[in-house]
């Protein structure tokens, strides 16, 4: 196999530009996400995303030829790293190494507390995709997944819609607001939350929760 080429989980071999390409690509996104967060939607420019990643303007717009498209790729990546974590989350759960509640409470704290910048980019994004049609089969595509990874646990679409509007309007409000809640205010809302909802709590097995520490 050459230098520049190695190989990933399907065993496929992938040439090191490639790998570079979406290796700089991701930074861009990511650059993109601290921006918005830091100062809007109007602090992102190709120059300053390009500063702010520690690459070349010539290779941000290479990776994305406007603004448009380096915004809803922006809201795309920020959708799916948002699902996969509410997933693992949510398998943990099920896999009984913690409760429903437990995972329900960290995806919360974690998005108003370390994750706050990424959630404030996010939101301003969603916000923008109202003026912005092209967008909306993205975001109804993202909202549907979130609503129906709850509906595992509830059994009732409605319920898990209002789930998620009950959450995602406790965080929002939140970010407002400018407040922070604490840890045990998130457990608190949760839990009413899933009560609420005769959404079953399940215990960890001792075993399951000692094989989840390791």
């Not at 109007?42 to 448009?68: I, K, M, N, P, Q």
């Not at 995709?129 to 109804?140: D, N």
């Not at 509007?165 to 809640?181: E, K, R």
């Amino acid at each position: 196999m050459r230098p520049d080429s190695f190989t990933v989980e399907s065993g496929l071999p992938i040439d090191g530009r490639r790998a570079r390409g979406e290796a700089s690509r991701q930074a861009i996104l990511d650059a993109t996400v601290r921006l918005i967060g830091a100062g809007g939607l109007t602090s992102v420019t190709h120059r300053a995303v390009a500063a702010e990643a520690g690459v070349s303007t010539a290779l941000t717009t290479y990776h994305f030829a406007t603004l448009d498209d380096l915004l809803h790729a922006t809201l795309s990546s920020l959708s799916a790293t948002g699902l996969a974590r509410l997933a693992a989350a949510a398998e943990l759960a099920e896999s009984g190494a913690i409760t429903l509640a437990d995972a329900a409470t960290a995806f919360l704290i974690q998005e108003l507390g370390p994750n706050r910048h990424v959630f404030i980019a996010n939101l301003e994004l969603q916000f923008a995709s109202v003026r912005r049609s092209a967008w909306s089969a993205l975001m109804t595509n993202t909202y549907d997944a979130f609503v129906e990874l709850i509906q595992h646990y509830v059994g009732d679409e409605q319920a898990a819609r209002a789930i998620f509007s009950a959450a995602f309007g406790f965080a929002v409000l939140h970010v407002i607001q400018d407040s922070h809640p604490t840890d045990a205010a998130c457990r608190r809302f949760v839990e009413h939350l899933l009560v609420q909802y005769n959404v079953p709590k399940p215990t960890p097995s001792r075993s399951k929760r000692k094989e989840h520490e390791r």
